[in-house]
């Protein structure tokens, strides 16, 4: 059976500016089945997924990060199935040291839909395999949108969670997220030269090497905004989500998050500074490596 054949996909009904249509999740196997992202609590969406089960049996609930719009469903499908729930690990591992240093000091908040409580029972660090007769997972820990993000390899396919959106780009929020870590883990899905790529939001990625350039570039574009942005007068991330980004003003909140990110990336570079202290309300200011 080769991994088309292998998959199938039920999408959540929770589509929203950051979820694209909603949340896809994937059914891997047809007599021993892992669900992919079993995605928010509806008991329509779980119900879903257990009828298009029947038939075989779910053996595994594998969660690739802990926001709520993958992980929140993972305890109700549990307890009706049995299964055990996989995952890196709990809602804050996997941060990077940079993101540790200012989520323990106190400098940035975030959690923004993380499901704080998420704790697999069995976890998944990097490069750990989870198969039946019918398939192979190989986990592959990949951080930048949220620390605990893994992505799975089947075959030539891999399901990427919101490393790689069908739709959009990612939130890279800190310092649940980290834009270092991100262009890494772009970088390492690259090497894996995949098929295809089955993300949590919107329709499967064709073209992977494409894609992954594609999202690379924009990042690099987004930081030359920011510091072509810090050129002409210091500001906040907020001031430049508002100078840079062309969203509709509900998305603003989101924009600065991102930004947020690339001023983090620009101080451990040397390239921008804030006053007082790094923080969500800092000011910036370009400086010169």
């Known amino acids: 059976m080769n991994d088309t054949a292998k998959v199938r996909v039920i999408r959540a009904n929770n589509p929203s500016p950051l979820t694209g249509p909603g949340t896809n999740s994937f059914l891997v196997g047809r007599g021993r089945i892992a669900v992919i992202d079993p995605g928010p ?129 990612t939130l890279i929020s800190p310092p649940d997220g980290d834009l270092a870590d991100y262009f890494r883990s772009l970088a390492l899905l690259e090497t894996l030269t995949p098929r295809r790529l089955l993300p949590a939001h919107g329709n499967a990625v064709r073209d992977p090497a494409a894609r992954l350039a594609e999202l690379a570039a924009h990042r690099r574009n987004r930081t030359a905004q920011i510091l072509a942005a810090l050129d002409e007068s210091p500001a906040t991330a907020a001031e430049l989500a508002r100078r840079i980004y062309n969203v509709v003003p509900t998305l603003l909140p989101a924009a600065a998050r991102n930004a947020l990110a690339h001023l983090i990336a620009l101080s451990d570079l040397g390239a921008a500074a804030p006053e007082p202290f790094l923080s969500e309300a800092a000011v910036w200011h370009r400086t010169r490596p």
């Open 41 to 169: 609590d509806l008991p329509d969406h779980v119900d879903a997924i257990l009828s298009a089960a029947q038939g075989g049996r779910i053996t595994h609930i594998i969660v690739t990060h802990a926001h709520r719009d993958h992980s929140e469903a993972a305890p109700r499908l549990a307890a009706a199935t049995g299964a055990p729930i996989l995952g890196f690990g709990a809602a804050t591992a996997g941060r990077s040291p940079t993101m540790e240093h200012l989520a323990g000091q106190g400098l940035i908040a975030g959690g923004e839909g993380m499901d704080a409580g998420f704790r697999p029972d069995i976890p998944l660090p990097d490069g750990a395999v989870v198969e039946s007769d019918e398939w192979r997972l190989t986990a592959r820990h990949t951080p930048g949108h949220m620390g605990n993000h893994i992505c799975l390899a089947l075959d030539d396919t891999i399901f990427c969670g919101d490393l790689v959106m069908g739709w959009s780009t």
